[in-house]
């Protein structure tokens, strides 16, 4: 069982290079997150995706894009990558509305640096 | 001021030892509560819920103050395998996104 399945694993990019991270998840969620980790900080949330053919910003979405491209995927662009990007990115997804409702499950996680 | 605080500590015990956590959140209409998780550079798992008669698994208990608005986690009978972040999560909607993360307490479990 995979799970949130996400690549790639590291990723070394320059100041306006693109990007696009992808995440899939094989446990028939309805909603799926990115997130980003800095260091000694919790988890901020990028953008989120509660149902297919559905995306919102989060607290950080300056300099993102989403795609949720079924309900197995959620994708994340960045256009033109800045040092400020630099971070770790964590794909997640929920059962919304089931009895596993707000329960995150995440994958295992994308190091990106921007040189 | 943050909606979540953690102390970040660390926190350094010894194996066998009984340590605690607590997690303050601002939001009074927070729903739902959870502790995850992090090992170093790994992501973050699902410890347990918190609900508002406490619970407890094994060796872990939980426990909701809603009218101080804290979450606690105690760990007792240390192992060295506890070693890891442990990161409050609160979660203030019926709405999916609405998680908010602490930045997470560091457990060190010493021999």
């Known amino acids: 069982n995979a799970g949130v399945t996400q690549t790639p694993k590291f990723q070394v990019l320059k100041t306006g290079q693109s990007m696009t991270l992808q995440c899939a998840q094989d446990m028939n969620h309805n909603s799926m997150y990115w997130y980003r980790q800095d260091p000694g900080m919790g988890l901020r949330l990028i953008y989120y995706?509660?149902?297919?053919?559905?995306?919102d910003k989060g607290e950080v979405p300056n300099g993102y894009n989403v795609s949720r491209l079924n309900k197995r995927e959620f994708s994340l662009r960045l256009e033109s990558a800045a040092p400020s990007q630099t971070s770790v990115y964590f794909c997640?997804?929920?059962?919304?509305?089931?009895?596993?409702?707000?329960?995150?499950?995440f994958g295992s996680g994308t190091q990106l640096s921007v040189l | 001021r943050k909606e979540v605080e953690q102390d970040p500590g660390p926190f350094n015990v010894p194996e066998g030892a009984t340590v605690a956590f607590n997690c303050t959140y601002s939001?009074?209409?927070?729903?739902?509560f959870f502790w995850y998780r992090q090992d170093c550079r790994k992501e973050p798992k699902l410890l347990m819920s918190?609900?508002?008669s406490g619970n407890e698994d094994g060796r872990f208990t939980a426990q909701l103050n809603r009218a101080s608005q804290y979450i606690s986690l105690l760990i007792r009978d240390s192992k060295l395998s506890d070693s890891a972040t442990y990161l409050c999560?609160?979660?203030?909607?019926?709405?999916?996104?609405?998680?908010?993360f602490g930045d997470g307490t560091t457990l060190t479990v010493k021999p």
């Open positions: 997640a997804s929920s059962e919304w509305g089931g009895t596993d409702a707000e329960k995150l499950f």
């Open positions: 995706s509660a149902s297919e053919g559905t995306t």
């Open positions: 918190v609900y508002s």
């Open positions: 999560v609160v979660n203030s909607n019926t709405n999916a996104g609405k998680s908010t």
């Open positions: 939001n009074s209409a927070s729903q739902s």
